[in-house]
């Protein structure tokens, strides 16, 4: 099976369904999959083939998810772009995965087409604009308007024979703390996650989703994914930054399911008037993209019951999820990722992928049909985490009787102060449980004399008095001293890409 099918299959099963809700307006499975084949066609007749790479650049859209399926209906592979770039950023990705094409909207023009002079090898553009003229003079590219494509193409299905290894989707990782990698997943990676997601959330065609995570995001295009599988539908809404909005839209349509990241739940908690809704239809709620300290997990299970809440863990290399804690034992086993997804194996083992037992420390590791190629481009770094003929996360965890997994932090984020080796999520978490902190971030930074130390960077609720003094007397009785932070900078705000991970290398280069 290939993903391509999920669309497919539910326009062949439910034609009349609202598969897409957005703004306003709906769009139709029967309608999604003639624009689809449409896009395909074009894509087809200009010469993309299978294993061409295509870019989008595009905020989530009724375009986006055509655009996203016409690619994969014709074997060739998709690369969604972050949203929030520059010319150098653009320039960069379309030349590293050699892209053929690329499907934007004219609002990214400014970006675009100074990027375009730097990547000779792009043959065509499909942009969502009326004034195609800055485009002229890109002697190596053709341009198109969308609404030609949509005008003029063939509506029947592309027939173009592809396979379920075939590569689907090269995702760049965000690089919230190392250069973006290029991860490549095949229809069957993202096909055998999705099922397996379906199962343990129990999704049916009744479904119907909030969206405000990107689908350039894994965790983002999942929700796509599993909603398409069983025919349910998806409701977009671009608006968090006013969360208010956002709130009134789940009420509104009617949403069953909600998904965010652990800065998503903070600014519904702090920033919104979440406490003040009642979401008659809410079913569930999932939160993965990042450790979320377990008294949050806590509140935003308050504040979303009857819903249940589910914690998930997973990365972009696992197409996306590897496991989650079922909601009724979120209490019993409060700060855990649970246990491995279905069609999974999870366990924490030493350097050479011995599982080890219950209590002992070691890298989270995985294996499963989920699990990427490998990355694009970058054989040295495929080797380093695809080895022993398992997957290795890079995060430290450790394993309770019961089986039950836990994350004490990652071999990238330990600090080792003086003779102690001290995990960043565990700092982190205990200022948490200050009431007036809002969020925070927990960063290594050079010592003369410790060789590393500890910074934290502290946001307090609004209207909090708050002060290192009383930050400092909080943690004495909840660390031991060598697990201190010796700086605190209490700020504004933490600087997080689109998807809401906290961009630690940024708040690095703040430490003065």
Not at 91 to 115: E, F, H, M, Q, W
Not at 337 to 346: C, E
Not at 418 to 431: C, Y
Not at 486 to 503: A, E, F, L, R, V
Request: hydrophobic share 40%; charged share 25%; net charge positive.
């Amino acid at each position: 099976m290939q993903i391509n099918n999920f669309l497919e299959n539910a326009a062949h099963k439910y034609p009349d369904k609202v598969a897409v809700l957005h703004q306003g307006q709906e769009m139709t499975y029967a309608e999604i999959e003639v624009r689809a084949n449409k896009m395909a066609n074009y894509l087809k007749e200009v010469n993309v083939c299978r294993g061409d790479r295509v870019a989008i650049l595009y905020k989530n859209s009724f375009d986006y998810i055509t655009s996203y399926f016409a690619i994969l209906k014709i074997g060739a592979i998709e690369v969604s772009l972050n949203t929030e770039t520059t010319v150098e950023t653009l320039a960069c990705v379309l030349n590293d995965c050699n892209a053929k094409a690329i499907i934007t909207n004219g609002k990214y023009s400014r970006y675009l087409v100074p990027a375009l002079r730097k990547v000779p090898r792009l043959e065509q553009v499909i942009v969502d604009q009326q004034d195609l003229s800055q485009y002229e003079d890109i002697g190596h590219c053709n341009q198109i308007r969308l609404k030609e494509v949509y005008d003029d193409g063939k509506a029947e299905h592309p027939n173009v024979r592809c396979i379920d290894v075939d590569l689907a989707s090269i995702v760049y990782t965000s690089g919230s703390t190392s250069t973006p990698k290029g991860v490549m997943l095949s229809h069957r990676n993202v096909v055998n996650n999705t099922r397996s997601i379906i199962q343990y959330l129990e999704l049916t065609d009744k479904d119907r989703m909030m969206v405000v995570l990107p689908f350039y995001y894994i965790y983002g295009k999942s929700l796509l994914t599993t909603h398409f599988c069983v025919g349910g539908s998806i409701v977009l809404d671009n608006r968090f930054a006013l969360p208010q909005v956002v709130l009134q839209t789940m009420k509104k349509t009617k949403v069953t399911g909600f998904a965010g990241v652990p800065s998503t739940f903070l600014i519904l908690l702090d920033r919104s008037a979440v406490r003040e809704f009642e979401f008659g239809s809410l079913r569930y709620v999932t939160q993965a993209g990042g450790s979320m300290a377990p008294t949050i997990q806590k509140k935003v299970a308050e504040v979303f019951a009857p819903a249940k809440l589910f914690v998930m863990y997973g990365t972009t290399e696992a197409a996306p999820r590897l496991s989650y804690l079922e909601p009724e034992k979120l209490a019993l086993k409060c700060g855990s990722i649970g246990k491995a997804i279905p069609n999974v194996d999870l366990f924490v083992a030493d350097k050479s992928g011995n599982k080890l037992p219950p209590g002992r420390a070691g890298e989270i590791v995985a294996r499963g049909s989920n699990i990427m190629v490998g990355y694009w481009n970058d054989p040295a770094e495929t080797a380093r985490v695809l080895k022993n003929g398992l997957y290795y996360t890079g995060d430290i965890g450790e394993v309770d009787k019961d089986g039950y997994i836990y994350v004490v932090g990652r071999t990238k984020d330990i600090i080792k102060v003086g003779g102690f080796r001290v995990s960043t999520k565990e700092i982190e978490e205990a200022l948490l449980e200050i009431n007036e902190i809002h969020e925070v971030a927990v960063i290594r930074v050079d010592d003369s004399i410790l060789g590393e130390a500890i910074k934290a960077f502290i946001v307090p609720r609004r209207s909090a008095d708050l002060t290192q003094e009383k930050i400092r007397n909080a943690l004495k009785t909840m660390l031991p001293p060598y697990k201190q932070p010796k700086h605190i900078d209490i700020i504004d705000s933490i600087p997080k890409n689109k998807s809401g991970k906290t961009m630690k290398t940024e708040l690095i280069g703040q430490h003065k």
